[in-house]
């Protein structure tokens, strides 16, 4: 039994993997007792008490990898360790601190059903053993329950639920790291290799490793950079062709930075800069869409998998595997979509305004079921976030909350010319395309075949044909959705 004083203090860290702005830490460092930071990969706790969190999907893995990578490395720093584990957490972390007469657990709160069911079954195993456990909140700007209506349900149009984030003022203030920690010594730890979260054979990561940097260092430069060039972003962030969105989306859903840190330093940049401040305020309303998603969750933990609107239950989606494969791929004939694919797929990203188009072509066009389309992004985004994914999806599709009309059906091709007019998008990411003419490459099948021969373009053979007519496509998703209606 160890003493009193020098009982260590566990700190289980979760979708929140930075030192900074972490309550849990921060509270646990100051008892300046030998610290236990531990991070379980539970894939286990979903099949005991569905519907739990989804296993990650391969590029979320990716990520993760690299950034237990950096957050050890932050620890190690410090005079920290990470501890890593497999199995349901609830009782990895309920046996570790029996095994080392923790003084205390303490743990971020994730907001969502899910992680809340596995929260409150560690709470009671600690209880049963006697052992302090602190919940903190730092996942999110407004609690779920300080967003409620009179009857008590959460808001489902945006809206009014960003005035009531705004009108409570400012969240916390963000908490500094520590500086100095002090680790338990002979705690065992899983080699993180042996989780096997990285693609090996065949590797194909490559393009996720050009592309990002994890962790919670690059995501305070990136935010620092963005804000730097924030001016225009309030109309930029449309455009595909330009570098103007953050790209902190993986670093948020991972908690490399906090929404508190995000909030903070955009609203120093306004104060600092008057100028900007509606780019500001445009950024943060983007920061208030992913809570909104999370507050959705938090309400609806089964949003993968149910239509928020049970009217859509009996949507005529079509199964045409063959047509699935092609948008997969990106081989639908539609060069603004492919390349949002094909972008997908190299790089675990895509621009927030082509993931729209791709999604409403989907379903739309296609009238293939929101949930497999989901279920791609799920598997391929490295920010693949369990609320903002299948909220957008059912917000496209018509069925979730404050969803886009029935009747909005993206036109591709109008799309591909407003906000990639150039063409620049699609010829990074569909270079068969590249030598086309600005006025044929959102729609390549208007060009003669001598245009077409001279820029090396063969349809149906280099570059496929449409494989739905725009105009057939929208009609047939509208039917049906007037079908829908009247029943």
């Not at 967003?147 to 959460?154: A, V």
């Not at 007519?469 to 007037?482: E, M, P, Q, S, V």
Request: proline share 8%.
């Amino acid at each position: 039994m160890a003493k009193a004083a020098s009982r260590p203090v566990i700190v289980w860290f979760r979708d929140d993997l930075r030192l900074s702005d972490h309550p849990a830490l921060h509270e646990a460092a100051t008892t300046r007792a030998p610290l236990i930071c531990v991070h379980v990969f539970d894939e286990e706790s979903a099949q005991l008490r569905p519907p739990l969190a989804r296993p990650l999907g391969a590029a979320s893995r990716w990520w993760l990898a690299q950034s237990l990578r950096a957050l050890a490395a932050g620890l190690q720093a410090r005079g920290g360790a990470l501890i890593l584990r497999r199995g349901p957490a609830a009782d990895i972390i309920a046996e570790l601190a029996r095994q080392v007469d923790a003084a205390a657990v303490h743990w971020n709160e994730i907001e969502i059903g899910p992680y809340r069911a596995i929260a409150d079954d560690l709470a009671e195993a600690l209880s049963v053993a006697g052992i302090a456990h602190h919940r903190h909140r730092g996942d999110l700007l407004a609690a779920p329950d300080a967003i409620r209506t009179k009857e008590g349900r959460g808001l489902r149009v945006f809206t009014p639920f960003w005035r009531r984030v705004l009108s409570l003022g400012d969240p916390p203030p963000s908490l500094p790291a520590p500086t100095q920690l002090r680790a338990l010594p002979g705690v065992q730890s899983d080699d993180l290799a042996s989780w096997q979260l990285e693609p090996t054979t065949p590797d194909w990561a490559g393009g996720l490793r050009a592309t990002w940097t994890a962790g919670e260092n690059a995501a305070r430069d990136k935010l620092k950079a963005f804000l730097e060039g924030l001016p225009g972003y309030a109309t930029g962030r449309d455009r595909p062709d330009r570098d103007a969105t953050s790209r902190l989306s993986p670093h948020l859903r991972f908690g490399e930075i906090s929404p508190r840190q995000v909030w903070f330093a955009a609203r120093f940049a306004a104060a600092e800069r008057p100028a900007i401040a509606a780019d500001v305020d445009k950024f943060l309303s983007e920061l208030g869409w992913r809570e909104f998603c999370l507050h959705l969750l938090a309400d609806h933990p089964d949003l993968a998998a149910r239509n928020l609107q049970p009217a859509f239950d009996d949507f005529p989606w079509t199964s045409n595997e063959a047509a699935l494969h092609a948008w997969q791929h990106g081989r639908t004939g539609y060069p603004i979509v492919d390349a949002g694919m094909r972008e997908l797929w190299h790089c675990g990203v895509m621009h927030n305004r082509v993931r729209m188009v791709v999604a409403s072509f989907l379903v739309k066009h296609l009238l293939i079921d929101w949930r497999l389309g989901e279920a791609w992004f799920w598997d391929t985004l490295v920010d693949a976030d369990p609320g903002s994914n299948p909220a957008n999806w059912q917000w496209v599709a018509g069925c979730g909350a404050d969803a886009a009309p029935y009747f909005r059906v993206f036109n591709p091709v109008l799309q591909g010319e407003k906000f990639d007019p150039a063409g620049d998008y699609v010829r990074r990411w569909v270079p068969e395309l590249a030598d086309l003419p600005n006025k044929f490459i959102h729609q390549p099948w208007s060009a003669t075949p001598v245009e077409l021969a001279a820029a090396g373009v063969t349809l149906g053979g280099n570059y496929p044909e449409p494989i739905v007519d725009h105009k057939a496509g929208r009609a047939r998703a509208l039917a049906a959705y007037a079908e829908l209606r009247q029943r």
